[in-house]
Every structure is written in C-alpha cells, then in structure tokens.
C-alpha cells in the first residue's frame, strides 16, 4: 500500500508566524520577555523541524520565542544545517557533547539579549510538561541568569497547542482515516493461536503499510471474557476462544497522531462482554453528544458517566475518560470531573469511556472528534456497535 496523493507534509511559513505571534501576544499580556522552550513537541510546532535525533538524551535543545520577531535556536553544531533551512533564521551553535558547558553560557548570553524590559523568562513547568535538560544545568542557569526570573508559561504553549488551525486538523484527520482502515483490517489478519505478541507485531505492519510514519504507541492484549489491562506490554500467550481483544493505537503523520482503540471477541463473547460493550458504546456516544464549544472537558465526562451509571458497572480505572490529542497521542486537555477547561472550535478530542464490570476485567471505547462551532465532528470511524467476533 502506498499513501494517497493528497496528503501534503509541513506547513507553509505563514503557519509559524501566526503560531509565534499568537504566543507573543500572550506573553505581551504576562509581561514575559521571551520563551524559553527545549521539547520535541514545541521545536516541530513552532520550525516544523522533525528529527529521530530526539531520541538520544545526550544534547539538549532551546528553542527561544522573543517578545518580537523570529524565534532564535540554540542548539549543538551537529543540528546547524537542519534548523537553518527552517524559516527562523537565527541559529547559534555550540560544540557538543560538552558536559562541563552544555549550551548554558551561550543559552545564558543570548536569553540575556531579550530579557530586558520585564527581566522574565517562560518556561514550561506545569502539568504534562518537562524540561529536557539536566537539573543541574537547570540550577547553572539560574545562577548565571542572575536577577532574571525563570516563570512558568505552561498556559501559553497549552492554549496555543490545544486549538489547531485547519491544516493540523487535516492531519489528524488523515492519519484517524489510515487507522481505522487498519482496524477495520482486524478479523482478515488475526486470529485464535496466535500470541498477542504476534497479533501487535502483525497489526503494526498493516498500520504502517497505510502510509503512517511510525505506531510508537500500540497495546494489544486478549483475556478470557474482558480486557485485563489496558497498558501492559503484549506477552507471548496464545488468545483463545472467548478472550477479548483488546488494540489501542497512537498513529502519527507528519507529527500529527491519532489515538483510538477497538475491541474484538476472539470465537465468541459472553453476555457480561456484549452487555459492557453496548453499555461503554452508549456512553461514547454521549460524550461525543455533549462536545460542543462552552462546554467544559468535566461536562463531558458527566454525560458519560451518567450512561455508565445505569448499569452496575464499578467505573473504570484509568483516572479520566479522554483527552486531548496533537502532537502527542495525549495532550491537553483531560476529560475528568475536576478538569474544567472550557472547549474551544478547533480542539481534538479522544472520547474514552471505561468501566470495570466484573472484578479484573474492563471495557474502553475510544474515538476521535474536533470540537466544531456546531458540535463534534468525528474523524474515526465509528466502531460496530456490538463486539465483533473474529
């Protein structure tokens, strides 16, 4: 299989100044001075760079987004060329690995340049975020920054990330279609006897041939009657007849992910596995009812707990019932009853209702929808709405 045709990678440069202007104007409003940022997600949302080179720990990043102008990269020699062919211009280098100076003097110098006016520096340090660098370099920085202050700017970068222009959504909505296909693939590929091992490496391909960069996120595990675990690594034990199958997939293109799930009975399903499927469908569709702009993510969450609440179910135990999807399969905002973000046109969503209904076994359902002026537009197709038997 090859990728359609219509599928176009990055973003013109339009799309960055609007991002990087957006941030400035926030960071206008906090009085901050410039954005100090030194994640994967934050390099690709605001250069368009993308690099397996994350991977390795040993060189940190940063990424600068000044009160005004072009955002300046400081960053190790060996990514000069590649971050100088984005449109930000101003790249400044270091020899690394260098663990006595890893950037920090230069990083200090050049955060100096555009810390003047309100001598205050955004970083990330809320929820769901992380600063790539040692902590050590972290304490270096601070006492090098003298009387700069290091504030945290979580809210900048997550109101930007949470709403997407309508070319991030084509994204997503690309790469939900590949999926579902891939899932809908499920009953010709597996099959009783093969490990669920087997039945993750198998379904991994067919996900990848549909033209997706990579499936870094993946479980498929089976049990008797009901899923057992909804984040264990697939082992080598044989599905039977009677397990439940169980395949959540965090796909991605051009940065970009889709996160879902499905669920299929191997054989055959009990009455208890087909009551707790059409009891956690219904809940789904009514989170996907209550999206809407104005309403809060805890809103959601309540529309789908009073379905669960109908049956005898216990709730389920993953701590929240959706998310927000972008450049991560999980991001910002949760779906949970203390989380009162407001939504937003332009959010993507993962509606994910689950319940535990007997002891040791549970069932989620997931799908993906953006938060449009009149409602949820769903961009996975829709599961069965009774378990398939494979």
């Given at each position: 299989?090859?990728?359609k045709?219509?599928?176009?990678?990055?973003?013109?440069?339009?799309?960055?100044v609007?991002?990087?202007?957006?941030a400035?104007?926030?960071m206008?409003?906090?009085?901050?001075?410039?954005?100090?940022?030194?994640?994967?997600?934050?390099?690709?949302?605001?250069?368009?760079?993308?690099?397996?080179?994350?991977?390795?720990?040993?060189?940190?990043?940063?990424?600068?987004?000044?009160?005004?102008?072009?955002?300046?990269?400081?960053?190790?020699?060996?990514?000069?060329?590649?971050?100088?062919?984005?449109?930000?211009?101003?790249?400044?280098?270091?020899?690394?690995?260098?663990?006595?100076?890893?950037?920090?003097?230069?990083?200090?110098?050049?955060?100096?340049?555009?810390?003047?006016?309100?001598?205050?520096?955004?970083?990330?340090?809320?929820?769901?975020?992380?600063?790539r660098?040692?902590a050590?370099?972290?304490?270096?920085?601070?006492?090098?920054?003298?009387?700069?202050?290091?504030?945290?700017?979580?809210?900048?970068?997550?109101?930007?990330?949470?709403?997407?222009?309508?070319?991030?959504?084509?994204?997503?909505?690309?790469?939900?279609?590949?999926?579902?296909?891939?899932?809908?693939?499920?009953?010709?590929?597996?099959?009783?006897?093969?490990?669920?091992?087997?039945?993750?490496?198998?379904?991994?391909?067919?996900?990848?041939?549909?033209?997706?960069?990579?499936?870094?996120?993946i479980?498929?595990?089976a049990a008797?009657?009901?899923s057992?675990?909804?984040?264990?690594?697939?082992?080598?034990?044989?599905?039977?007849e009677?397990?439940?199958?169980?395949?959540?997939t965090?796909?991605?293109?051009?940065?970009?992910y889709?996160?879902?799930?499905?669920?299929?009975?191997?054989?055959?399903?009990?009455?208890?596995?087909?009551?707790?499927y059409?009891?956690?469908?219904?809940?789904?569709?009514?989170?996907?009812?209550a999206?809407?702009?104005?309403?809060?993510?805890?809103?959601?969450?309540?529309?789908?707990?009073?379905?669960?609440?109908?049956?005898?179910a216990?709730?389920?135990?993953?701590g929240?019932?959706?998310?927000?999807?972008?450049?991560?399969n999980?991001?910002?905002?949760?779906?949970m009853?203390?989380?009162?973000?407001?939504?937003?046109?332009?959010?993507?969503?993962?509606?994910?209702?689950?319940?535990?209904?007997?002891?040791?076994?549970?069932?989620?359902?997931?799908?993906?929808?953006?938060?449009?002026?009149?409602?949820?537009?769903?961009?996975?197709?829709?599961?069965?709405p009774?378990?398939?038997?494979?």
């Open positions: 299989m090859t990728i045709s219509e599928f176009i990678r990055g973003f013109p440069d339009d799309e960055f609007v991002r990087t202007q957006r400035q104007n926030m206008r409003k906090q009085s901050i001075d410039a954005l100090l940022l030194m994640s994967e997600t934050e390099f690709t949302y605001f250069t368009g760079f993308q690099s397996n080179f994350w991977q390795s720990p040993t060189r940190p990043w940063f990424l600068i987004i000044p009160s005004a102008g072009k955002p300046v990269a400081v960053i190790p020699s060996i990514g000069e060329n590649a971050i100088s062919a984005s449109w930000i211009g101003d790249v400044r280098v270091w020899a690394s690995p260098n663990p006595q100076d890893e950037g920090i003097s230069l990083l200090t110098t050049t955060l100096k340049e555009f810390a003047t006016t309100h001598k205050r520096i955004g970083v990330l340090m809320g929820f769901e975020t992380h600063l660098m040692p050590n370099d972290v304490d270096k920085l601070r006492l090098a920054l003298g009387s700069i202050d290091l504030t945290d700017a979580t809210d900048i970068i997550r109101n930007l990330r949470m709403v997407k222009s309508e070319r991030e959504i084509g994204k997503h909505v690309f790469v939900c279609d590949l999926v579902s296909s891939a899932y809908e693939n499920v009953p010709n590929l597996i099959r009783a006897g093969m490990s669920e091992r087997e039945t993750m490496h198998t379904y991994r391909m067919d996900v990848l041939s549909r033209g997706v960069d990579s499936v870094p996120y479980i498929a595990t008797p009657e009901g057992d675990d909804a984040i264990r690594y697939p082992s080598d034990r044989a599905m039977a009677g397990d439940v199958l169980f395949i959540d965090g796909a991605e293109i051009d940065g970009y889709s996160d879902f799930d499905r669920n299929f009975a191997i054989g055959r399903a009990s009455d208890a596995t087909r009551r707790a059409e009891l956690v469908y219904r809940a789904t569709d009514a989170g996907i009812k999206v809407r702009p104005g309403a809060r993510t805890c809103d959601i969450w309540k529309a789908m707990a009073d379905v669960l609440g109908m049956s005898e216990t709730g389920g135990g993953v929240r019932m959706g998310h927000g999807v972008g450049l991560r999980t991001e910002w905002p949760s779906i009853p203390t989380d009162e973000t407001v939504l937003c046109a332009g959010m993507v969503l993962a509606i994910e209702p689950g319940i535990d209904f007997a002891p040791g076994k549970m069932m989620l359902h997931e799908e993906n929808v953006v938060v449009r002026e009149n409602g949820a537009q769903l961009i996975t197709r829709r599961a069965a009774e378990i398939p038997i494979i």
